[in-house]
């Protein structure tokens, strides 16, 4: 009987070891936890300051809502970095048109690299455009990257366009430009 305790108890020791290694713990400076924020975030926690914006913009077209887009935007910079990061760029194809994909593999200094932190600092719209039955916007990203041990300020004009008409509210990468 004593034995069937001992080997319960060794059993719930080995779960329990298990599950925390798994979970792990929350680091004192990790996002979304009191305490202050890291001037670097690692890899893909990203925190962004965005431009107040206006809640929509009908000059532009009816029932654009800045706000939503610059979100959006900042999910896109994430999944972006995400998927260059993890050489998974095909889960991009419905959100990145196939030149501009093309380019951001053969540029993006994220590409394969599984180490490095990233802290998106800011995003803003700089022009928004309507071209026939499209629409186009530019969007400033600011961020800070560390790769080789190196912090440096970027910033890339990002051109995301979609058809006004479409009830699809997705919008698609076409361009990007170091500036």
């Not at 001992?6 to 929350?26: A, N, P, Q, Y």
């Not at 809640?55 to 994430?78: H, I, P």
């Amino acid at each position: 009987m004593h034995v069937d305790l001992l080997i319960l108890l060794l059993l719930s020791l080995f779960l329990g070891f298990r599950v925390w290694e798994t979970l792990g713990k929350r680091a004192e400076n990790q996002p979304g936890k009191a305490g202050g924020r890291p001037s670097v975030i690692p890899q893909n926690q990203v925190v962004v300051e965005k431009e107040a914006a206006p809640k929509r913009d009908t000059s532009f077209y009816d029932g654009f809502d800045e706000s939503v887009f610059l979100e959006g935007a900042e999910q896109a910079f994430k999944l972006i970095q995400r998927a260059l990061r993890e050489s998974t760029p095909h889960t991009l194809k419905k959100f990145v048109a196939s030149d501009c994909l093309k380019a951001l593999l053969e540029k993006s200094p994220w590409t394969g690299k599984k180490e490095g932190e990233v802290c998106l600092l800011s995003l803003s719209t700089q022009n928004k455009r309507r071209e026939k039955d499209r629409a186009k916007v530019d969007v400033l990203i600011c961020y800070q990257q560390n790769l080789s041990g190196k912090l440096e300020n970027m910033s890339e004009v990002w051109t995301f366009t979609r058809q006004v008409a479409s009830s699809n509210p997705n919008w698609t990468l076409i361009e990007t430009q170091l500036t």
